[in-house]
Nanobody, 124 residues
Framework: VQLQASGGGLVQAGASLRLSCAVS????????VGWFRQAPGKEREFVAGITSSGRTTRYTDSLKDRFAISKDNAKNWVILQVNSLKPEDTALYYC??????????????????WGQGTLVTVSS
């Protein structure tokens, strides 16, 4: 199982970023994948997730108007489009996969495989 996040960077408030999570083929077709983030001094939190089929998505309520998750089936990528970025969005963004849970859990303990994280820094 392999997940690798990329696409972070330093941007100004209001900008957009497209974060990508490259997922190994078996995991991409079998398990839900979620995006999490961890700001300095804070706990890691669920951002968004998508089922293996791509038919079901789930978001943290406070972010669903600005964030969008999708799958690129040709590349085995899970994409997180983040728009209208705010300084409080500054965090390490991680992707992770479940190991058989149904739906898209928001419970971090149900995600077993993790990528290394990509840093998003938003300046005001």
């Amino acid at each position: 199982v392999q997940l690798q996040a990329s696409g972070g960077g330093l941007v100004q408030a209001g900008a957009s970023l497209r974060l990508s999570c490259a997922v190994s083929a078996r995991t991409f077709s079998a398990y839900a994948v979620g995006w999490f983030r961890q700001a300095p001094g804070k706990e890691r939190e669920f951002v968004a997730g998508i089922t293996s089929s791509g038919r079901t998505t789930r978001y943290t309520d406070s972010l669903k108007d600005r964030f969008a998750i999708s799958k690129d089936n040709a590349k085995n990528w899970v994409i997180l489009q983040v728009n209208s970025l705010k300084p409080e969005d500054t965090a390490l963004y991680y992707c992770a996969s479940t190991r058989g849970s149904s739906g898209v859990p928001s419970d971090i303990t149900l995600y077993f495989y993790w990528g290394q994280g990509t840093l998003v820094t938003v300046s005001s």
